[in-house]
Structure formats: structure tokens, C-alpha cells
Nanobody, 115 residues
Framework: QVQLVESGGGLVQPGGSLRLSCAASGNIFSINAMGWFRQAPGKQRDMVATITIAGSTNYADSVKGRFTISRDNGWVYLQMNGLKPEDTAVYYC???????????WGKGTLVTVSS
């Protein structure tokens, strides 16, 4: 089992920055990839960025050049710069195990971009 807890959400003005953090606990050595997803009101949950244990990253086109994902042991971070109102959503941390591909989710942290 893996537990994920997000932090760092909040209210920010357009053009501002936020850094999200996600702490993994439990069987963290089973984790292969970690990532961030987001879900805006009335929309589906979409991938924002992922990072594998080898350090390979993948970004949604909408955040390329603005967001940076990084990983350090049982932590994964999302540095968000140049935030736009359309980035407003609940951001969820995700982890996938190497064996079996089991997915785990955090409870989410709300990011609101508004003036």
C-alpha cells in the first residue's frame, strides 16, 4: 500500500507561481512512476505531468514550458509558473507501482488562479 498526501495549493493571481508537494509513505519502494493530474469543475481528470523512477518526464501540452515536475525519494513536486485562470482545478498526486501497475491517488489540493 502507498499513501499520498498533497500540499501547496491555494489562491494565486494570473502570472503567479505555486509549488505543489506530494509525500508518499508506505511501500514507496514499489513505486515506478509518480505524477500530477488535475480536475476542473465539470471536467474529467487529466494528466498534467509524470516522472518515472529513471527521471523521464512527460507533460501535457497545455503546461509545457510553464510547469516542472521533479522527484526526490518519496516526494514529488510540481513547480507551476505563469499560472493562468484555466489552470484552476483540484490537483491530484498519483503513483503507479512497478509490478502490477497499481495506481494510488491522493485526496487532492485546490489551485485557484484568479485576480
Amino acid at each position: 500500500q502507498v499513501q499520498l498526501v498533497e500540499s501547496g495549493g491555494g489562491l494565486v493571481q494570473p502570472g503567479g507561481s505555486l509549488r505543489l508537494s506530494c509525500a508518499a509513505s508506505g511501500n514507496i519502494f514499489s513505486i515506478n512512476a509518480m505524477g500530477w493530474f488535475r480536475q476542473a469543475p465539470g471536467k474529467q481528470r487529466d494528466m498534467v505531468a509524470t516522472i518515472t523512477i529513471a527521471g523521464s518526464t512527460n507533460y501535457a501540452d497545455s503546461v509545457k514550458g510553464r510547469f516542472t515536475i521533479s522527484r526526490d525519494n518519496g516526494w514529488v513536486y510540481l513547480q507551476m509558473n505563469g499560472l493562468k485562470p484555466e489552470d484552476t482545478a483540484v490537483y491530484y498526486c498519483n503513483a503507479v507501482t512497478e509490478i502490477g501497475g497499481t495506481m494510488y491517488w491522493g485526496k487532492g489540493t485546490l489551485v485557484t488562479v484568479s485576480s
